[in-house]
């Protein structure tokens, strides 16, 4: 799911605020963001999706290849260009 970096500082509250409730307590956390702005309720769904997808395959679990971490390093350069 591509952000942009002006939509991800709306979404980045929101998500550490999510990752902090318990799963069973999160849809009841969302219906009251839809209620008010039901684009981000949608934008933070796909990446609670995202993130228990992640989760659940144990990734951060797993030894990071050399080509894995220059793909991650270049990520991150690109993020900061476009931030700039």
């Known amino acids: 799911m591509p952000i942009s970096a002006d ?13 902090e409730i318990f799963p069973r307590e999160r849809a009841a956390w969302l219906e009251a963001i ?3 702005d039901a ?16 989760r659940r395959s144990h990734f951060l679990e797993q030894s ?9 390093i270049t990520l991150l350069l690109l993020i900061q260009l476009d931030e700039q």
Request: proline share 2%.
């Open 34 to 36: 839809f209620a008010r």
């Open 39 to 54: 684009a981000l309720a949608v934008d933070l769904q796909k990446l609670l999706v995202e993130w228990d997808q992640i």
């Open 7 to 19: 939509r991800w500082r709306t979404l980045s509250p929101y998500l550490d605020e999510a990752l």
């Open 64 to 72: 990071v290849s050399l080509a894995t971490h220059t793909d991650l």
